[in-house]
């Protein structure tokens, strides 16, 4: 894989993982507990979202493994794509909690 390919591939993995925790209600997408209520709550949207945000990253770094050398960050990079995380998870938090349902 180039690294034009693994970065595209990168944001549009990205984009959805922000998004999955708003469009359904379902943990990571694919469990249903019986304990918790139907509509999921904010605070495990939230932790969900940070939870993918790590996945992400660490397929980022291992995209970045194949292709050369792992350079070392500090904590304004990860400050940064967290802020960037969040703004990708946007449309899918309007859709949730901003729209008017009929």
């Known amino acids: 894989m180039n690294q034009t390919a693994a970065v595209w591939l990168l944001i549009l ?5 922000a998004n999955v925790p708003f ?7 694919v469990w249903q507990p019986k304990s ?9 949207r939230v932790f969900e979202l940070f939870v993918l945000y790590c996945l992400v990253g660490a397929i980022g770094i291992s995209f970045e493994r194949l292709i ?14 967290l802020s960037l995380f969040v703004v990708m998870a946007f449309p899918g938090f309007v859709f949730r909690y901003l729209l008017r349902r009929a």
């Open 13 to 17: 993995l990205a984009f959805i993982a």
């Open 36 to 44: 918790l209520p139907l509509p999921k709550a904010f605070w495990l």
């Open 23 to 29: 469009l359904n209600n379902r943990v990571f997408a």
């Open 68 to 81: 050369g050398n792992v350079f070392t960050q500090r904590w304004e990079f990860y400050a940064i794509t």
